[in-house]
């Protein structure tokens, strides 16, 4: 049976959907209380695990993408994406001249990017930081195990405070979250993981076929990999490739199956 609902708004990521876009989503649903949130794909197999052995689904007013009417959609919230390429599904409803299409991402601008009635987008560690924010100026109330997960989206995609990516504004939205009860020894348990002998395996790889440019004295660095399957964590192993190589600048590039990850 298909979800119908006049004036349906959807709440959705990227595929492949990484702690901060889950984090994003769930602060997302703050700030549209009557919203839904599906997921356009597969979530990280850590993800995965996560949601099984977790409290995440309660918090959530969720539903499967197969259950959900596309035609009914009159407002599609993307959050830590702005890439048509990277919603699955959704991209086939992206053109249509009367949906309204709020925006909220920490990632640069590239070509191709889609364009909102609403877009809320700044240089930060996380998307979750953004939307953090906001639900502070705003005075929205939360739970502690609903700033548990934010907080972690926080911890996640800044690599705990330590990429250089990482902004002031991750540090005050981790320190509302705390202020609102975030648990940081389920967080502690959830960050701290070793990798696994694949992708050992992967970032080996990344690390012989990695090239340096120099450029107005900025050292740019390009890896490659091609796998026969999706490995998960691409973007943590990218992340500690930078790390362990010292590097500024990092494209790291993955083909995996029948899809290019950058």
Do not use: W
Request: hydrophobic letters at 45%.
């Amino acid at each position: 049976m298909k979800i119908i609902s006049e004036g349906t708004t959807i709440i959705t990521t990227h595929i492949n959907a990484d702690f901060d876009a889950v984090a994003s989503a769930l602060a997302a649903q703050k700030l549209y209380p009557d919203a839904l949130v599906v997921f356009p794909g597969s979530h990280e197999k850590t993800l995965r695990n996560f949601f099984v052995q977790s409290m995440v689904y309660h918090l959530f007013n969720i539903a499967d993408i197969k259950d959900i009417d596309f035609s009914d959609i009159k407002r599609l919230v993307l959050v830590d994406t702005r890439q048509p390429g990277r919603v699955g599904k959704f991209s086939e409803i992206l053109d249509r001249s009367d949906l309204d299409i709020h925006i909220y991402d920490h990632h640069p601008p590239s070509a191709g990017d889609l364009k909102g009635h609403v877009e809320i987008t700044e240089a930060t560690g996380a998307t979750v930081s953004i939307l953090s924010l906001i639900i502070r100026e705003k005075g929205i109330e939360i739970t502690p195990d609903e700033a548990t997960v934010m907080c972690l989206g926080i911890y996640e995609d800044t690599g705990c405070f330590t990429f250089s990516s990482t902004t002031e504004k991750d540090f005050l939205a981790a320190a509302f979250l705390l202020s609102k009860g975030a648990n940081l020894d389920i967080i502690a348990n959830l960050i701290s993981r070793e990798i696994n002998p694949e992708q050992v395996g992967i970032l080996n790889d990344m690390l012989r076929s990695v090239s340096r440019y120099y450029i107005k004295g900025v050292e740019i660095a390009i890896t490659s990999i091609s796998t026969e399957h999706y490995v998960s964590d691409f973007a943590f192993l990218t992340h500690k490739m930078m790390r362990m190589e010292n590097l500024d600048v990092l494209f790291a590039i993955a083909h995996m199956g029948n899809k290019v990850y950058v």
